[in-house]
Structure formats: C-alpha cells, structure tokens
C-alpha cells in the first residue's frame, strides 16, 4: 500500500531523511516512530505529496506520487500533526466541500458526512463555525476530513493528541478496523505505550534513518531484550536523546 526507496530530502547542509526504504502492508498498523527531528515528519509530507524529495520513489497504492500525484492523493487520508480546518466554514460545509473535492456525489457527501459528526461525537455541532471550535473537536474534524472518500491508505501524525480519553479509544478501534478491511494505516507518534499496543510493526526512526523495523516480538528477539516493553527498545535504540530540530520550507 505504501512503498519508500532511496528515499531522501535534504535542506541545505541538513539531511532529514537518509536514503529510507520501508512498506506499510494492506491490513497493517504501521507506527512510525523516532525522536524529534527523527525525519518523520519530513517523510510523512513527502507521502503526502506537499513536499518533493531530494531523491527516491514513494508509491500510495500502486501509484508513485511524483508521477500519479491525483491518483495517489486520491487513494490516501491523512491526519496532520495541526489541525488547521476553514475557520468560517460550520463543521457540516467544511466535510462537505471535502466531499466536492473528492468527487463525491451530493447525497453521498450529505450521508458520509452526516455519518462521520455523529461517529466522532460532533453532530451536535454541526452548523457550528470551526472557529468556535477547541483543538480537540477541530483534530476531531480533520479526522473525518481524512475519512471522507473512504482511502485506501490513512497516514496520521500524531492523531491523539488534544483527543480525550473516549476520543482516543474511538480512534484506535477505527485503526484496527480499517487494517481489518484491508487498508493500511501508518501512524506517527510518541505515545510508545499506544503504539506497542495498536501497531503490528513498529519502524525507528534515528537522523533521518531507519534505525530498526519489526513486530516488538522481532525486535525483543533481534536485540536480545526480552521482557523488555517497546518505550525501552526506544530508548536503547535512540539513545534516549531529544533529536534535532526538522527544518521545512
């Protein structure tokens, strides 16, 4: 479903992502993990196509994004690490135009979008201005923007962040729900304990690199830590360092 090779953007002297290669299968949770300024971020826009690479090839369901740029969009959500909607659009106009833009047809559009507020608790603030609303029901309507064309492939960077408790669950149970369809899913985040928890495979992100990839199984296996959880495995990978700061344009 997502497929990286030789993947690598520089800016200047600075190189966030290092030659990476990975895949994200059909019916897998994917976390991509690593500290500040890992490259996560940098490769997540690259994914999505708001940003070109220095060099390397991405593909979203069999389409490479620099050469399919509609298709690949087309087939992919994505849940970005801000939740930034139209703030004088009502939550309803907003997946509304959404839908438009996806192509959907009015009734569709209506019944998806009708389907998406009650799902994620904002039906009652449907025909409300964006601007009104809190990050949390803001990251909630962006979640269902991701949603709105049904993808293929979801990529969310930090999703949970902002969401309460019975949000976050919701959201996780939609994960495994959509890996359970087929879809594949990659999810950036720090939450370690989550991700250890929702992901099938793991990937660890180090200066750009991918440092190690597997099921926490594999990865206790192949360092010898067993016993050991995944924020462990993290920290002994990493160094338990903050990272460095990614630089975007």
């Known amino acids: 479903m997502i497929r990286i090779e030789g993947l690598t953007k520089r800016y200047g002297a600075l190189t966030a992502v290092d030659n990476l290669t990975l ?74 135009t959404i839908g438009s833009l996806y192509g959907l047809s009015a009734r569709a559009r209506a019944n998806r979008t009708a389907d998406l507020l009650g799902f994620l608790s904002l039906d009652a603030w449907g025909d409300e201005l964006t601007e009104s609303f ?12 991701a949603l709105m064309h049904e993808p293929q492939v979801l990529v969310a960077d930090e999703p949970l962040v902002g969401l309460d408790p019975a949000s976050a669950r919701k959201l996780r149970e939609l994960f495994r729900s959509l890996a359970k369809e087929g879809k594949a899913v990659i999810l950036a985040t720090h939450i370690l304990e989550i991700a250890e928890r929702l992901c099938d495979r793991v990937g660890i992100m180090g200066h750009g690199k991918l440092i190690e990839e597997g099921s926490v199984a594999e990865l206790r296996e192949r360092l010898k830590a067993p016993g050991k959880n995944l924020e462990e495995i993290f920290l002994e990978l990493t ?3 903050e990272g460095r700061p990614e630089v975007f344009p």
């Open 23 to 96: 895949g994200v299968r059909p019916g897998e949770v994917y976390g991509f993990l690593g500290p500040n300024g890992a490259g996560k971020t940098t490769t997540i826009r690259i994914i999505t196509g708001l940003i070109k690479p220095t060099s390397g090839m991405v593909w979203v369901a069999g389409h490479r994004i620099d050469l399919e740029p509609e298709a690949a969009k087309r087939a992919l959500g994505y849940i970005a690490d801000e939740p930034h909607p139209y703030d004088k659009l009502t939550a309803r106009e907003f997946l509304l």
């Open 134 to 145: 809190s990050h949390g029901m803001r990251q909630k309507l962006m979640i269902a923007a």
């Open 239 to 241: 160094g338990g360092a």
